[in-house]
């Protein structure tokens, strides 16, 4: 039977030999599956393969294993991460690499989860770093670049770019990093990673993109961003996509000292930015397309109430319909209430 690399499972058995796009020899016909054995594949581009009949109840939980395997994939995502933002630390750069080594599998494996959502909620953490907000971010942007359109070149080259865009606070001071409140000339120093980040990128890829991503992710288009607070017209196309990802992951997590927010609320509030500061285009994009995923979800409300949310509202569109039990409550009619949480 031919299935999908990730829905594969430790103990399947290759059927027959398994060969790349180009001929080579990968695995040999019997090969016992294991994790390393699916890693290898995802390396060599190889999406099906023949295994041995197996019995019903392993394909049902092949859905639990692919998540399982998709968060190996991130958190060694989060570790290469470690190690490149500590190579900037030391030399001023970065391998390349390293980047794209962890990278490209990790995007291949977000084509088979669809469910934006649900892969944040799986993210969700009590406090996120750099490493891990930058990884958010990356896979926000891959997510974006693709609903708007982009090719598959490009989308990779802008989820990149959001992977590295803070790769500057490697040359800020760890004390700076770690403070809670900062003095004026401690937050201007914290503010040059940008242009830290520009410089870093420069010295390690040719790729001209990321560097501007990396120095205008912080500005907006009526001009209030920084640090040249420059307008619409000006900033690079891509660090229009990256700025709203960046925005979003870092409102609906706890990260520097600021507390997490529901991820309704979070797009509400991104939704307002639209209108002016943030790129019009970009936030509908998120917006529309997040939503429909929210369905389905459980939620606790402002009252204490659990519940599951049935319909996305037409007319507020960030006021759903929850059924709570035997009871339904409107949201776009009970103004009191509100989403506090989401849930997987």
Not at 83 to 99: A, N, P
């Amino acid at each position: 039977m031919k299935v999908h690399v990730m829905d594969l499972k430790p103990g399947d058995r290759l059927k027959t030999d398994t060969f790349n796009n180009v001929g080579l020899h990968v695995l040999p016909q019997g090969t016992t599956i294991k994790s390393e054995e699916i890693a290898v594949l995802i390396r060599h581009s190889i999406d099906y393969v023949d295994i041995e009949h197996r019995n019903v109840s392993a394909l049902r939980e092949s859905a639990a294993f692919r998540q399982s395997l998709l968060k190996g994939s991130i958190d060694e995502a989060i570790e290469t991460y470690e190690s490149v933002f500590l190579e900037s630390l030391t030399s001023g750069k970065f391998t390349q690499s390293m980047i794209d080594d962890s990278l490209r599998p990790l995007l291949k494996n977000l084509d088979n989860q669809g469910d934006v959502v649900s892969l944040l909620l799986m993210l969700e953490q009590d406090h996120a770093n750099t490493y891990n907000h930058s990884l958010q971010v990356g896979l926000l942007s891959y997510y974006l670049a693709k609903w708007l359109g982009h090719t598959k070149s490009e989308i990779y080259v802008i989820s990149r770019a959001g992977y590295l865009h803070d790769i500057g606070k490697s040359q800020v001071p760890q004390a700076i990093l770690n403070k809670k409140v900062l003095t004026n000339a401690e937050l201007e120093e914290l503010k040059r990673h940008t242009t830290y980040g520009y410089e870093v990128i420069s010295n390690s890829m040719a790729d001209a993109s990321a560097p501007l991503v990396a120095l205008q992710h912080h500005e907006f288009e009526d001009g209030s961003g920084y640090p040249k607070g420059i307008l619409q017209s000006d900033i690079h196309p891509y660090t229009r996509i990256v700025t709203v990802a960046n925005l979003y992951i870092g409102m609906i997590t706890s990260r520097n000292f600021q507390l997490k927010q529901s991820l309704m609320n979070v797009l509400r509030k991104i939704n307002e930015l639209g209108f002016g500061k943030l790129h019009a285009k970009t936030v509908q994009t998120l917006i529309w397309n997040m939503l429909p995923n929210f369905i389905g979800k459980s939620v606790r409300l402002s009252n204490g109430e659990t519940g599951i949310i049935i319909m996305n509202n037409p007319t507020d569109i960030f006021k759903p319909l929850v059924r709570v039990e035997d009871q339904f409550r409107d949201l776009s009619r009970e103004r009191n209430l509100s989403i506090d949480e989401v849930f997987m």
